[in-house]
């Protein structure tokens, strides 16, 4: 894989720029086959197409000429998924702890409540 569309991480390690591999598809395709093509991505990964079946519907759409960058797209996903060493933005955690309520053992206990049988009693 080139280091086009890269993104540099620590340890020499890069997630690959998934965004600009899928605009590259959009844009080659067209409005109608790009839309077949999502179609038959997200049927894959809900388990509604086999490897097999992919291949072939991906065949079809895409054409010989966007297999390679089909092929960069997925092995990027799993790249980032793999490699994903980048943390969340920290987020500042209040100086005083969230009101909570009162401790479980603090509370009053709980009145148990009627048992009303047939005809309202």
Partial sequence: MSSEGSLPLGGGVKRVDVVALRKKIAVGLGQEKVRKYWDILIR?????????????????????????????????????????????????TPAVPLDMGEPLAERPAKKPKKKVGPGGQ
């Fill in 44 to 92: 894959f990964t809900q388990f509604k197409l086999s490897k097999e079946e992919l291949d072939t519907h991906a065949r079809q759409v895409l054409g010989a000429d966007y297999i390679p960058l089909h092929n960069e797209l997925i092995h990027g996903i799993f790249q980032n998924a793999l490699v994903s060493t980048i943390n969340p933005p920290t987020v500042e």
